[in-house]
């Protein structure tokens, strides 16, 4: 009966009235009527089949029901006579990742950020196929279940998601000069507000650990190259040689994200230059830069908390590496950053 009315109302109009019946396909599709969204969007693409909004709404009720390769067929279309939607580019390149084909999947990605640099979506989809695998945040909650650490050292609490994952009994210390935590910490948390250049400058890590050593410790600060060095620098010094340091955000997507600049989202910063830094001047090192999506988290054990070498060459090792283009890392870039598989079971034998 409601079909039969639209297509009434459809037919008795030179010039159908477009957002009415948008929004009525966008409550039967919210309501999970995904057929009786496509015939309405059928009928009104009959009127008008230039309609981008229609192509895409329609494209999308295919798509959640399970007709991908119709689905595909509308954006694609809808693509035609708007190319530089994002939100087209940004479906175009999810189908043809779930098809299987990567490669177009990655033009349409690199295409879409373009012209849409700060999407979230096209960010994460690019991470995702680039990179594959479990999210980095569910790789570190695996790292902290099966180390089970005594204590945890975090720069960079933010929200306090990360925090989080170390459960009790794991003594777990946050340091941010900004925290902005969204749910109470637990008795085994506690966050210090200050840059952690002044945590280390005015407090004994080791004290407000009880004693005990670093046994993981994960950087997560501000995402510029010179911060992360001091960081890890410091906090070696607090590690055994059984600890393991975890880096976040080591493996850029692309040199406009690994930009120095701070930008509000999509920013992992030039961190990537700690790696190769610690590469060619700590061969000591056991460093491994496990491919998570976003943008890396490598892996650093066999620590040395007697080394002196990063504080007394500071200066001259931060004049060299800032001096290091993003081009460095354009051929052999898995090799340059000591890429490791994101498979937990390589994981795991790793830290054992």
């Not at 989809?125 to 594959?132: D, P, R, T, Y």
């Not at 200066?315 to 890392?329: I, K, M």
Request: hydrophobic share 40%; glycine share 6%.
């Amino acid at each position: 009966m409601l079909l039969r009315l639209l297509r009434d109302v459809i037919s008795s109009l030179k010039k159908p009235v477009e957002p009415d019946v948008l929004r009525r396909a966008i409550e039967l599709r919210n309501q999970s009527l995904h057929d009786e969204a496509i015939k309405t969007l059928t009928m009104l693409l009959e009127c008008k089949p230039d309609s981008v909004a229609a192509l895409m709404l329609r494209g999308v009720a295919k798509r959640e029901s399970g007709r991908l390769h119709e689905a595909m067929a509308d954006f694609a279309r809808a693509e035609e006579l708007d190319p530089h939607d994002p939100h087209c580019i940004y479906e175009l390149a999810a189908g043809w990742y779930a098809l299987g084909n990567h490669r177009l999947a990655l033009e349409y990605c690199e295409r879409g950020r373009r012209i849409a640099p700060d999407s979230d979506m096209l960010f994460a989809l690019l991470a995702q196929i680039k990179l594959g695998g479990e999210f980095y945040i569910d790789v570190l909650a695996r790292i902290l279940d099966q180390v089970k650490p005594r204590t945890y050292v975090e720069i960079g609490v933010f929200r306090g998601n990360s925090l989080r994952l170390a459960k009790p009994p794991t003594l777990a210390i946050g340091i941010d000069p900004e925290p902005q935590l969204i749910a109470p910490l637990a008795e085994n948390h506690k966050v210090f507000a200050e840059t952690s250049d002044a945590f280390f400058a005015g407090r004994d890590l080791r004290a407000e650990l009880g004693g005990l050593p670093v046994d993981v410790a994960f950087i997560d600060g501000m995402h510029n190259f010179e911060f992360a060095l001091r960081d890890f620098a410091n906090l070696e010094r607090h590690c055994t040689r059984g600890s393991i340091i975890l880096i976040h955000d080591c493996y850029p997507l692309d040199q406009e994200s690994a930009g120095r600049a701070p930008r509000a989202v999509n920013w992992s910063g030039d961190i990537w230059r700690l790696i190769v830094l610690l590469k060619k001047y700590r061969p000591d090192l056991s460093i491994s830069t496990i491919g998570t999506p976003p943008t890396g988290l490598g892996l650093v054990r066999n620590l040395d908390p007697n080394s002196r070498f990063l504080f007394d060459h500071n200066d001259r090792l931060c004049e060299e590496f800032l001096a290091l283009d993003y081009s460095y890392l354009d051929e052999d870039m898995p090799g340059k950053l000591n890429l490791f598989p994101n498979e937990w079971g390589k994981i795991r034998a790793l830290i054992e």
